[in-house]
């Protein structure tokens, strides 16, 4: 088995392993896999590619230490969790941006309308439970229904198959996200535990197939 078909092999094993430990509620097996999620899907990045975007790699990192953090409960570990998500968010952002040959006015503006609307709804929807973390809460939506923007424009514009998976996984990241608020802030629930790995899982992934759609490995 080569470095690819084993990394690849982790990055399941640890995925599947992570949602046993959430669906059957045993910390032990969330502590030592979730972490190993980012770390295999980073490896598998860097075995699949001669050339790296080092921008790439570098938010994988802090999703990594944002995994991490959010494992932790406590205010505290939330807002550390939820900066370092931050700061990977702003990394695609400008990966995609990098991408965009010339920026359309009107094309920039039809691609932010759905993210905004979905943003100002769950924000409204949430405005009486986030209390202290409203402004936190509110940078964070910003920047993430940005990136949903830009990645829907760069698809509007190119029409490329990298441009569909980063695109499609913006969007499940916004809707994992969008969970784990409802969950966090609104309407604690099992199945949201759940759904919110689920999609995480997934929208890492089609991130990762974006950032490799020119190699010659396939995944």
Do not use: C
């Not at 890492?204 to 490799?212: A, P």
């Amino acid at each position: 088995m080569d470095k690819i078909k084993l990394t690849f092999s982790l990055f399941l094993l640890a995925s599947v392993m992570d949602l046993i430990g959430v669906i059957l509620k045993i910390p032990l097996l969330i502590y030592i896999f979730k972490p190993l999620i980012i770390i295999a899907l980073l490896f598998l990045y860097v075995f699949s590619l001669t050339k790296r975007l080092k921008w790439y790699v570098i938010a994988l990192e802090f999703s990594f230490f944002g995994d991490v953090l959010l494992m932790f409960s406590g205010k505290l570990f939330f807002m550390a969790g939820l900066i370092s998500f931050l700061m990977a968010h702003i990394l695609f952002i400008k990966i995609v941006i990098n991408r965009i040959q010339k920026i359309s006015i009107l094309k920039g503006v039809i691609a932010s309308i759905p993210f905004f609307l979905i943003f100002v709804g769950l924000i409204y929807f949430l405005k009486n439970s986030l209390n202290e973390l409203w402004i936190p809460v509110i940078i964070y939506g910003i920047t993430i229904s940005t990136f949903g923007a830009v990645s829907l424009l760069d698809f509007l514009q190119s029409k490329t198959l990298k441009s569909v998976w980063m695109l499609a996984g913006a969007i499940i990241f916004i809707l994992s996200d969008s969970l784990l608020a409802i969950h966090k802030f609104y309407s604690p629930n099992s199945v949201f535990e759940v759904l919110i790995m689920v999609t995480y899982i997934v929208a890492q992934y089609l991130i990762f197939k974006s950032m490799v759609i020119s190699s010659k490995h396939r995944i």
